[in-house]
């Protein structure tokens, strides 16, 4: 049982440039997050999924689009990168709520992208 | 406006006990999680609280009151491995998904001194 995982682990893009972050789940989650950590800034919410074949606009989520096509994938695009986007990337799942509220997210380990 | 705040940083020696407080003013409330997250590595759950009064979870307590808009964090028997950053979390119903998305503060880094 990985949990979830993330690839790339480290990136180094030039302004411009194209691509894709990969997020994985084992463990059967219906929902699950991409959220960007800067120095300073603490997690935002870029977007975020609650199903398969949905997906919804967090707190930032400029410059990114995002697909859920399978249950256990969701991907992270960034169509023309910049260097404000060079910051820590986490993807994180969790359970549908049901009757309770105390599902919490899991991270994945995060990817670092450096945009030149 | 959503806001969350906690301190910057604190630092405390190995064997004392820590308090880390979080303030939040958020649209909603739908319950407040606590992460504690190591340099470099990703957030891991510590703690969850959506009623007032404490959760004891062996060395790590969380306290919450909802009408003051407060909680803390408090670890006993420090430890050098708790040296991390702890990052307090509004779960706001108004902010999106089912049950509602999570608002992070900024973390507060705790050093553990010898």
């Known amino acids: 049982n990985a949990g979830v995982t993330q690839t790339p682990k480290f990136r180094v893009l030039k302004t411009g440039q194209s691509m894709t972050l990969l997020c994985a789940q084992d463990m059967n989650h219906e929902y699950m997050y991409w959220y960007r950590q800067d120095p300073g800034m603490g997690l935002r919410l870029i977007h975020y999924?609650?199903?398969?074949?949905?997906?919804a606009k967090g707190e930032v989520p400029d410059g990114y689009n995002v697909s859920r096509l399978k249950k256990q994938n969701f991907l992270l695009g960034l169509e023309s990168a910049a260097p404000s986007q060079t910051s820590v990337y986490f993807c994180?799942?969790?359970?549908?709520?049901?009757?309770?509220?105390?599902?919490?997210?899991?991270f994945g380990p995060g990817t670092r992208l450096l945009v030149l | 406006g959503q806001n969350i705040d906690q301190p910057t940083e604190m630092t405390a020696t190995e064997g004392a006990i820590v308090q880390i407080n979080c303030t939040y003013q958020t649209s909603g409330f739908n319950g407040l999680f606590w992460y504690q997250q190591h340099a470099g590595e990703a957030p891991t759950f510590l703690s969850y609280?959506?009623?007032?009064g404490l959760e004891e979870k062996g060395r790590f307590s969380s306290f919450l009151s909802r009408s003051k808009g407060y909680s803390y964090l408090l670890l006993k028997e420090l430890q050098m491995k708790d040296s991390a950053s702890y990052l307090c979390?509004?779960?706001?119903?108004?902010?999106?998904?089912?049950?509602?998305?999570?608002?992070f503060g900024k973390g507060t880094k705790l050093s553990v001194k010898p």
């Open positions: 609280n959506v009623l007032d």
């Open positions: 994180a799942s969790s359970a549908e709520a049901g009757g309770s509220f105390q599902e919490t997210q899991y």
């Open positions: 999924s609650v199903g398969e074949g949905t997906t």
């Open positions: 979390a509004v779960r706001d119903p108004n902010y999106g998904g089912s049950q509602g998305n999570l608002i």
